[in-house]
């Protein structure tokens, strides 16, 4: 979900294809911090989110202009993974030790007539121990999935897409060498 949401947002928006693609996996480094026993809260905090990607974008803009869309979409990526992690999110640790949650519920019953409600619960609370993390849950099995029917039902497009994101890749790999 983190990588594949945001960076299909991107694509949709017509975004440098190459550059999306190629710095994706930025999305998905928030979630190292589990490694440290802390998952949600130091990689998730406003210090690595918009502190460091800040300061690249001013780097970028006075230093290295060429660098002002790369920096953008690391910044994009970071702070989508903490949008998407609402559920709860330290962003002000070290300073505060307590995960910010936001739980919106849209319920649909259609039992004895149809009815739909909604219900949203935020707050404060502890920070979880949390030292291990799913990297694929059902929902992103089931994102997953429906790119894969999605591929297969548009199988020429599909392998279109591939050819040019395997090309984007050859090549930024080739410019990294040489």
Do not use: C, N
Not at 101 to 120: M, R, V
């Amino acid at each position: 979900m983190h990588l594949l949401l945001p960076m299909l947002l991107l694509l949709a928006l017509r975004m440098d294809p190459k550059k999306v693609v190629l710095l994706a996996p930025v999305a998905v480094l928030p979630d190292f911090d589990a490694l440290f026993g802390l998952h949600r809260a130091l990689g998730h905090s406003f210090i690595p989110i918009l502190v460091l990607p800040l300061a690249l974008l001013a780097y970028s803009k006075y230093r290295r202009p060429e660098w002002m869309l790369s920096a953008t979409l690391v910044l994009f990526y970071l702070v989508s993974h903490v949008v998407l992690d609402l559920g709860g999110v330290a962003f002000l640790w070290p300073i505060v030790k307590e995960q910010f949650y936001f739980d919106p519920t849209i319920t649909f019953t259609a039992d004895g007539g149809f009815d739909l409600s909604f219900h949203l619960e935020y707050g404060m609370r502890e920070l979880a121990d949390m030292g291990t993390t799913s990297f694929l849950s059902e929902t992103g099995f089931a994102l997953i999935l429906l790119v894969v029917v999605a591929a297969a039902v548009f199988r020429e497009e599909a392998a279109k897409g591939v050819r040019a994101v395997a090309d984007a890749v050859l090549s930024a790999l080739r410019r990294l060498r040489g």
